[in-house]
């Protein structure tokens, strides 16, 4: 089968691999859409944490047919072991031993069995398979909003307006927040409003969640909180990265500065059911489509209007 592989940073190639072989408990799919999305535009351009000299699968988000009963499914890209201290503590996104899907950017991707064990779901009759596709990625910004605490009336800034910014808006705003989108590109604003943004001042946010993932926005959102508020860490950073800080802020306005990574498979079901309520134009957020063929190019030099794309292998 045709499969995308990493086999360099900047070098993205269609192979001919083997199809998958399901053991005890995985699952084969048949991809109908996968999705590129920033985590894809990053190892792209960086190289993947799997390249160890072997080209490495691509792509984590996708939906597909079930090789076992031809139903079309959705799979998240992880799920916890569920024996680990963090799982047993309900900290599933902490999951010490976390299984991961690889490889959706292909003809057929092999689904763990543990993720099919307890993250993946049929597609609700009617839902675009290409919006299903977007339930990993909101079910990260359903976790995250539940980690920053927020009350109903509380004001939030969102910096950062790439796919998670806007998953985030909708979050926030369905669970009772008042959204203050900050930063981007211009053309992004209207879009940031359609998923709940509205006009407000960002210096008064309770909450501000950093979802642009560079230092400036890191910095931009300890300046912006509010004293009592809590700022939020979404976006992607660097391991070993320091972040500047003022201390007597922190303690004297009692700050709170905390980070969100993944989900919990509630979160994933949650994701699914809310992409399927329609409650926000989420097909607004697949900008393009492009074959396997096509994958490269859009990553090695993205639209400006780019935030992921549907491939159909
Ligand atoms: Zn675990």
Request: hydrophobic share 45%; aromatic share 2%; net charge negative.
């Amino acid at each position: 089968m045709r499969a995308l592989r990493l086999h360099a940073p900047g070098d993205l190639r269609v192979d001919e691999v083997p199809l998958p072989e399901a053991r005890d408990g995985d699952v084969v799919v048949e991809v109908e859409v996968a999705l590129t999305g920033d985590a894809e535009l990053r190892a792209f351009a960086a190289g993947s944490d799997a390249l160890d000299g072997s080209p490495a699968p691509f792509g984590r988000e996708l939906v597909g047919i079930d090789a076992r009963d031809g139903r079309r499914v959705v799979a998240a890209a992880t799920a916890p072991c569920g024996h680990c201290a963090a799982c047993l503590a309900d900290r599933e996104a902490l999951c010490r031993r976390p299984v991961r899907l690889e490889g959706a950017l292909a003809e057929r991707v092999l689904v763990p069995a543990r993720i099919a064990e307890v993250n993946l779901h049929p597609v609700p009759r009617g839902l675009d398979p290409a919006v299903a596709a977007l339930a990993d990625s909101l079910a990260c910004c359903l976790h995250a909003v539940e980690r920053a605490g927020l009350r109903p009336g509380s004001l939030v800034a969102v910096l950062g307006s790439g796919p998670i910014g806007l998953l985030l808006c909708a979050c926030v705003t369905d669970a009772g927040g008042y959204v203050a989108a900050v930063g981007g590109r211009t053309s992004r604003h209207s879009l940031a409003a359609a998923f709940g943004a509205r006009p407000a001042d960002p210096r008064d946010a309770d909450v501000v969640i950093e979802a642009a993932g560079t230092q400036q926005a890191r910095r931009d959102a300890l300046e912006l909180v509010q004293p009592g508020g809590t700022v939020l860490l979404v976006g992607t950073t660097e391991p070993g990265e320091p972040i500047a800080a003022d201390a007597e802020r922190i303690r004297g306005e009692e700050l709170t500065l905390c980070g969100a990574t993944g989900h919990a498979p509630r979160h994933f079901r949650a994701a699914l059911a809310f992409l399927a309520s329609g409650a926000y134009p989420w097909e607004r957020l697949v900008t393009h489509e492009v074959s396997l063929e096509g994958v490269a190019a859009l990553l090695a030099d993205p639209p400006e209007d780019y935030l992921k794309a549907a491939v159909r292998p």
